[in-house]
């Protein structure tokens, strides 16, 4: 069963860093490119970055080029998004989503909050 | 960047009948259209992709067509769990776009 788990959400004040974590299993990691999707509250979906399934290809959406770094650890089946200069308009739900062999989002992992506030 | 726009913003309607929700692309996308069904504090779930190919698993009252900038989801006949939220999503550009949601409530 493919299952991905984000964790390391949390209150940070404007300026502020974090690191989120995705951690999957269920499937072989190392061949398959992710991405993170957020969710401002009650608002809709904002896709957020992509990485290529060996990390060589990345791209990001332009509100938060060059404050975001997505990364990946294929030994590790893990997924990170180094989260720099947060603003309170980065407050969302973060959600690591698998890209399918299809060009869609076919799994989806719980979510984690983050909230930039002082 | 691809706008995708979602009509209607919010529909409400009953056990049983027919819903159809319509998406529009800014430009040509092909087929690169998907549908997600999002529930209330649940992560969204792919329902369509490549604009009518059914996720494996999902019911077959669901369905979807179109190709270049126009698109429909429909559904054949609304169960209770139908309720929920539904996103459009392309897939032919980068950066990846969401229409803004259409939510679909009981009448």
């Known amino acids: 069963e493919v299952q991905l788990v984000e964790s390391g959400g949390g209150l940070v004040p404007p300026g502020g860093s974090l690191r989120l974590s995705c951690a999957a299993s269920g499937f072989t990691f190392s061949s398959f490119e992710m991405n993170w999707v957020r969710q401002a509250p009650g608002k809709g979906l904002e896709w957020v970055s992509y990485i290529g399934s060996s990390g060589s290809i990345i791209y990001y959406a332009d509100s938060v080029k060059g404050r975001f770094t997505i990364s990946r650890d294929n030994a590790k089946n893990s997924l990170y998004l180094q989260m720099n200069s947060l603003r309170a308009e980065d407050t969302a739900v973060y959600y690591c989503?698998?890209?399918?062999?299809?060009?869609?989002?076919?799994?989806w992992g719980q979510g984690t909050l983050v909230t930039v506030s002082s | 960047d691809i706008q995708m726009t979602q009509s209607p913003s919010s529909l409400s309607a009953s056990v049983g009948d027919r819903v159809t929700i319509t998406c529009r692309a800014s430009?040509?996308?092909?087929?690169?259209l998907n549908w997600y069904q999002q529930k209330p504090g649940k992560a969204p779930k792919l329902l369509i992709y490549?604009?009518?190919s059914l996720e494996s698993g999902v019911p077959s009252r669901f369905s979807g067509s179109g190709a270049g900038t126009d698109f429909t989801l429909t559904i054949s006949s609304l169960q209770p769990e139908d309720f929920a939220t539904y996103y459009c999503q392309q897939s032919y550009g980068i950066p990846r776009t969401f229409g803004q949601g259409t939510k679909l409530e009981i009448k």
């Open positions: 989503a698998r890209a399918g062999l299809y060009p869609n989002f076919d799994y």
């Open positions: 430009q040509s996308i092909s087929r690169y």
């Open positions: 490549a604009a009518s």
